[in-house]
Every structure is written in C-alpha cells, then in structure tokens.
Nanobody, 125 residues
Framework: QVQLVESGGGVVQAGGSLRLSCAAS????????MGWFRQAPGKEREFVAA????????YYADSVKGRFTISRENAKNTVYLQMNSLKPEDTAVYYC??????????????????WGQGTQVTVSS
C-alpha cells in the first residue's frame, strides 16, 4: 500500500522559512517524479515543484522560483520542500504527490498517481 505522508507545516511570519517533508513508502519510486502542489481556500490546486527520483532534475513554478527548493533523500525515501522568503500568498494546504514518469514534466494534478493527506502552511503578514 503506497503512502505519502507530509509533515512540517505550521504558522510563520512573512519573510520566514519552513521545510516540508514527504515520506514515501509502499513501493519503489525510482521511475517516479515527486511533486509538491498547494491549494488555497477557494482556489484550484496548483503545481509548486517537482523532483525526479533517478535524475538530478527539478522543476519549479514561476511563483516560487528562487525562494523554494525541492530535494530528495533516496536512502530515506523522503522528499523535501525548503520554503524561504515566505509570503502571505503562499498560505495553502501543501500536498505531496507521485507520478510515474511518462516523459513530460507533470504539471497537472491529474497526472499524479498517489497523493498525501496535505499539511497546512499559514504565512502571516
């Protein structure tokens, strides 16, 4: 049974930092792309960042480029999202997801096969 478990959310002031973690279990993810998405109240879920398990490759949404860093630790089957210079507009529930890589950068939530339960990030002004 595949499980993705996020942790690390919380409340932080604007300009602060948080690091989210996603622990993956239940199968081999070597052919997968791991993504972070977020969903604010009343808005659609949006892509944040992605990292490939078997390649040194990452991809970011323009809104977070230069502030967020996605990484993975293969030995722990864990993906991280380091978020710096946080803004109130970053407030959302953040989700970890896994996509069996089919050759294109998976930017749409519909492309992902597995999802975590989400963790709340609140940035106060």
């Amino acid at each position: 049974q595949v499980q993705l478990v996020e942790s690390g959310g919380g409340v932080v002031q604007a300009g602060g930092s948080l690091r989210l973690s996603c622990a993956a279990s239940g199968r081999s993810f070597s052919n997968y792309v791991m993504g972070w998405f977020r969903q604010a109240p009343g808005k659609e879920r949006e892509f944040v960042a992605a990292v490939w398990w078997s390649e040194l490759r990452t991809y970011y949404a323009d809104s977070v480029k230069g502030r967020f860093t996605i990484s993975r630790e293969n030995a722990k089957n864990t993906v991280y999202l380091q978020m710096n210079s946080l803004k109130p507009e970053d407030t959302a529930v953040y989700y970890c997801a896994a996509d069996f890589w089919r050759g294109s950068v998976p930017l749409q939530s519909e492309e992902y096969d597995y999802w975590g339960q989400g963790t709340q990030v609140t940035v106060s002004s």
